[in-house]
C-alpha cells in the first residue's frame, strides 16, 4: 500500500521503516526534494525530533544549502570532479568547503547568504527562504 500514501507519508514510513534497526547512522539521499514546501517543513522537524531522541549520525545528502544550515551541524560542499593524474580512472569530487555549524550560525540568515555567495548559489534569497520556515 505505500504507493498510495502521499508522498511526506512515504518518507516517513522509510524513515520509520529504517529506524526499526536502531542504525547508528542513518543515510539520507535528497530526501526531502519531492515534497510540498509545507511537508518538507514538517520533515525537517521530524528529521531534527528524531536526531535528537536517538542520537545517531545523519549524513544527508541535499542540493538545497537553506536545507542544510536548517538540519545540520556539519556542512560539506563538494565541487568539480577530482582529477588526479596518477589515478586517471579514480572519480570523485573535492570538498571545497567544510563548515562547522551551531545554533547562532545556523540561525543566521545574513551568514547564509554570505556562505551561498562563496559557494555559488545564484539565488541565496532562496537559501534564506527555506531556513525562514
Known amino acids: 500500500y505505500p504507493a498510495s500514501l502521499s508522498g511526506g507519508m512515504q518518507q516517513r514510513l522509510a ?9 547508528q547512522i542513518l543515510l539520507l539521499d535528497e530526501p526531502f526534494g519531492a515534497l510540498d514546501p509545507g511537508i518538507r517543513v514538517e520533515m525537517h522537524d521530524l528529521l531534527t525530533e ?10 544527508m545528502v541535499t542540493h ?4 542544510a544550515f536548517k538540519l545540520g551541524t556539519r556542512v560539506l560542499v ?8 596518477q589515478f586517471p580512472s579514480a572519480y570523485g569530487a573535492t570538498i571545497t568547503y567544510d563548515l562547522k555549524l551551531d545554533r547562532k550560525t545556523r540561525a543566521s540568515s545574513h551568514h547564509l547568504a554570505k556562505v551561498a555567495a562563496m559557494v555559488g548559489t545564484t539565488r541565496p534569497e532562496t537559501a534564506m527562504a527555506t531556513t525562514a520556515s
Open 78 to 85: 563538494f565541487d568539480k570532479l577530482r582529477h588526479d593524474p
Open 15 to 23: 524513515i520509520a521503516q529504517t529506524l526499526l534497526g536502531r542504525p
Open 64 to 67: 538545497d544549502i537553506g536545507e
Open 50 to 59: 528524531l536526531w535528537t531522541e536517538h542520537g545517531m549520525t545523519v549524513v
